[in-house]
């Protein structure tokens, strides 16, 4: 997950209560259709897309050249609740604080590959990171009159440029090497309108933009039926830049892990899972601790084939929160494939929910001292890729 703001956006997201995600960026699709379909277990994926974060999974390609593509689009609903209360302190219910809806799409992925005997490359591009997140409220007074409408507009991608290279030996163990180049652009747009026309209205824009490199290193051991493989991914060279002025960001190491197995039944199943771990509790902006925590996540997934060469997939993924436990994440996964020959169609869904009350999250601050704010927000995303062998 890229660290992808400068100090000033981050205390104005902070300021709003907004959850991390929001000024972090939701991950991309760093894979292919079907590893989203198990729990988003990329590490594991063997596909050239994934190859890139994994470049020792690179040998596990067919021989020859090999192309795949993905892209989603995502349907995200949140709403904010408040608890309301009598005279005598007494819940009386619940109001809408604001509910929003946004369906919007998500960048995935290119790749192509080559592989021939003990040597496998991949290159292509990927989106790291993308924000798109829309809020909008009415505000009111002690009386529940309209005062002001507020909205806020969020938007930008990280792109990822990246090239990897895989090396067999003794037929059972592949190390891989690879980088990639990271740019992209944020931007927030936030508005207060106010119904009295002599009020002031409210409006901040901010652009920044975001580069870095990010180094990985992986090794794979295959064992029959199954594969094991392990690497890091060291992000270096981080930079935000906001007008004129230009931030430093430093971002630790993440360690990560995947896991194939082959049971060899009718079905031909596979068993797949990764996980990973950041040191993210040591991230610091312009060399100033940003109080975030260590974090991690896992993914597991499985596949069956079906006549016919339809194939049925289910997985689950938890990401932990760089900030809080109320904001950790899980998401459940979904989806079916068909292979014809050299050419596989892949499509998946995932529903991601999450519900936090404010002053749950440290660091996302309550609106004021006991603040009954609750927020419930989900992702619904639907994922289609194609992979083909030439």
Not at 77 to 95: A, Q
Not at 211 to 228: E, F, H, K, P, W
Request: charged letters at 15%.
């Amino acid at each position: 997950m890229g660290i992808t703001a400068g100090g000033m956006i981050i205390l104005l997201a902070l300021s709003g209560g907004l959850p991390e995600v929001m000024w972090l960026g939701d991950e991309g699709i760093l894979g292919s259709a079907g590893a989203a379909a198990m729990g988003n277990t990329v590490y594991a994926d063997v596909s050239p897309q994934a190859a890139l974060q994994n470049p020792a999974m690179a040998s596990q390609l067919p021989e020859g050249f090999s192309a795949g593509i993905t892209g989603a689009v995502a349907l995200d609903i949140e709403k904010r609740t408040r608890r309301v209360y009598d005279s005598f302190g007494g819940v009386v219910g619940e109001s809408e604080h604001s509910f929003n809806q946004n369906f919007h799409p998500l960048p995935g992925g290119a790749a192509v590959a080559w592989k021939q005997g003990d040597l496998a490359f991949s290159a292509g591009w990927r989106a790291a990171s993308s924000f798109a997140y829309k809020y909008s409220r009415v505000m009111n007074d002690g009386d529940y009159v309209k005062v002001a409408q507020e909205t806020l507009d969020i938007s930008g991608i990280l792109n990822d440029f990246g090239l990897s290279a895989a090396w067999t030996q003794w037929g059972m163990l592949s190390v891989g090497a690879g980088g990639s180049f990271v740019t992209g652009t944020r931007s927030m747009d936030h508005r207060i309108d106010y119904v009295d026309p002599t009020a002031m209205d409210y409006e901040a824009e901010i652009d920044a933009d975001i580069s870095g490199i990010v180094v990985r290193g992986s090794a794979l051991v295959s064992l029959n039926r199954v594969s094991i493989s392990a690497g890091i991914e060291q992000p270096v060279s981080w930079k935000t830049k906001i007008e004129s002025i230009e931030t430093d960001l430093t971002i630790p190491m993440t360690v990560r892990a995947g896991l194939r197995y082959l049971p060899g039944n009718r079905l031909m199943s596979l068993f797949v899972a990764d996980f990973w771990w950041s040191c993210t509790g040591s991230v610091e902006i312009a060399d100033v601790d940003a109080g975030m925590r260590n974090s991690w996540g896992f993914g597991a997934g499985v596949e069956n084939t079906l006549p016919g060469g339809i194939i049925g997939r289910v997985g689950f993924e938890y990401d932990s929160s760089l900030l809080a436990g109320a904001l950790d994440r899980m998401k459940i996964t979904t989806g079916v494939g068909w292979a014809v020959d050299d050419l596989t169609l892949d499509a998946g869904i995932s529903f991601s929910p999450v519900r936090w009350d404010q002053y749950q999250a440290d660091g996302l601050p309550s609106f004021t001292l006991g603040d009954s704010l609750v927020v419930e927000s989900s992702r619904t995303a639907f994922t289609l890729g194609l992979t083909k062998t030439f």
